[in-house]
């Protein structure tokens, strides 16, 4: 089946092309974090740092989607790689000269994560036009997988660029995104016109349009819904209360983490692999139940709250996360608009991003009254409720429209 997908010359540059530039954002992304560390010697502006990469999604994220649906996509993505190169090449010279202030790399850091709000969009917007309906699910699979494989790469390089210090990423990440125009100009396929008039006022209406759109399609509602939940639910109790477990359980806190987060990475990918042998067409019902996986090895890790068994939980949490990934980029695809699909991951990632920041923002409050075990383990319970629930609503409603669509509300 992959073998077959991959004949597509269009998808395997797409797959190239996409992967090394995921490893070059990754790789800069830390090396925004350490230097502005170097600089300042100060978790405060550190973490200042990591907020410029997460605010510009909040403010771009939704008009990103509008302008990946109005401009040709190819020429688009073609351009803002252009953009990023020299942008991102101005720290290592002004670094090199003795320039480089704090300010200016978060200007950078900020502008860089601006350009990605428009970029990301129509990059996921081309996969449906560069396959047929049969290959969808395996080149999501295959594209998902490549993007899982960067991030357990990626430590790996990083150790060695660190031996000739942290401003050769910047390098990398400009090489990444000469290798990805490359492979863009090596993809074809055709792009209808978009001839709606381009002002900010139609900008504001063609996003009202959208979620026009998505408040009369059911199943579109309620995976934007679920997804905002669930990610709310998970974020930092995957992110930061699993490191705080650990602390609590073991001076060997990071190294744990690291692994854990190996192995999670290792059975993500096998399930992405394994994935599109038993499930072609995803529905709702799939995402659910990815969803229900996910809240259970959170739960279990939860309640159990030791060592071996935060191992158990955490490869449930990698069966059950690709699972409803998957399905949630499937749906978007086949469910909405060719005319809309910038909307609508743009959409997608606007509601990761704020529901990211949170579950951030309010359970690092509670955790200053809460112990770290109940936080998980509510969170957990919480997730498979809000699963439960959506399930059996689809179920009642399936066996009402018996018939029509397999999931119809």
């Known amino acids: 089946m992959y073998?077959?997908?991959?004949?597509?010359?269009?998808?395997?540059?797409?797959?190239?092309g996409g992967g090394v530039s995921r490893l070059g954002d990754v790789l800069s992304g830390m090396a925004f974090l350490f230097l502005a560390y170097d600089l300042t010697d100060s978790t405060i502006y550190t973490t200042i740092m990591a907020i410029a990469e997460t605010i510009p999604y909040l403010l771009f994220g939704l008009i990103g989607g509008v302008i990946?649906?109005?401009?040709?996509?190819?020429?688009l993505l073609i351009l803002?790689?252009?953009?990023?190169?020299?942008?991102?090449?101005?720290?290592?010279?002004?670094?090199?000269?003795?320039?480089?202030?704090?300010?200016?790399?978060?200007?950078?850091?900020?502008v860089i994560q601006t350009i990605?709000?428009?970029?990301?969009?129509?990059h996921r917007a081309i996969l449906p036009m560069i396959t047929q309906a049969e290959q969808r699910a395996s080149a999501?699979?295959?594209?998902?997988?490549v993007s899982r494989g960067v991030t357990i790469l990626s430590p790996v390089l990083s150790v060695w660029l660190l031996t000739y210090g942290t401003v050769y990423f910047f390098i990398v990440d400009a090489l990444s995104y000469g290798i990805s125009i490359v492979c863009l100009r090596k993809i074809h396929f055709t792009e209808e016109k978009n001839?709606?008039?381009?002002?900010?006022?139609?900008?504001v209406l063609s996003i009202v349009e959208f979620f026009s759109w998505v408040r009369k399609h059911t199943k579109v509602k309620y995976l934007f819904t679920v997804t905002f939940l669930v990610v709310f639910f998970n974020t930092w109790v995957w992110q930061v209360g699993l490191l705080l477990a650990l602390t609590e359980l073991t001076s060997n806190s990071k190294e744990l983490y690291s692994i854990l987060q190996g192995v999670f990475g290792a059975i993500v990918i096998i399930t992405n692999l394994i994935i599109p042998y038993f499930i072609r067409e995803m529905t709702l019902k799939t995402y659910l139940i990815g969803a229900l996986l996910w809240g259970l090895g959170?739960?279990?890790?939860g309640f159990m709250y030791s060592l071996t068994h935060f191992f158990i939980g955490v490869a449930l949490v990698g069966i059950g996360l690709p699972l409803s990934s998957l399905a949630r980029v499937y749906m978007l695809q086949t469910l909405v608009p060719e005319n809309m699909h910038g909307r609508a991951f743009s959409s997608n990632a606007f509601l990761l991003y704020t529901a990211n920041t949170v579950s951030l923002l309010l359970f690092g409050l509670l955790v200053i009254v809460t112990p770290i075990q109940w936080l998980m383990l509510g969170s957990g319970?919480?997730?498979?409720?809000?699963?439960?629930?959506?399930?059996?609503?689809?179920?009642?409603?399936?066996?009402?429209?018996?018939?029509?669509?397999?999931?119809?509300?």
């Open 80 to 110: 803002l790689d252009s953009l990023r190169i020299p942008i991102i090449l101005s720290v290592f010279l002004f670094h090199q000269t003795g320039l480089l202030s704090f300010s200016y790399l978060l200007i950078v850091s900020f």
């Open 298 to 301: 959170i739960t279990y890790y």
């Open 116 to 122: 990605g709000c428009f970029f990301n969009p129509a």
């Open 68 to 75: 990946a649906d109005w401009i040709p996509r190819k020429r």
């Open 381 to 409: 319970l919480m997730i498979i409720t809000i699963s439960l629930a959506a399930l059996t609503i689809s179920s009642v409603k399936q066996s009402k429209f018996r018939g029509s669509s397999p999931i119809d509300f």
């Open 195 to 203: 001839l709606a008039k381009k002002t900010v006022r139609t900008a």
């Open 3 to 16: 073998l077959t997908t991959l004949t597509n010359k269009n998808i395997r540059y797409y797959l190239l």
């Open 140 to 145: 999501n699979s295959l594209y998902d997988t």
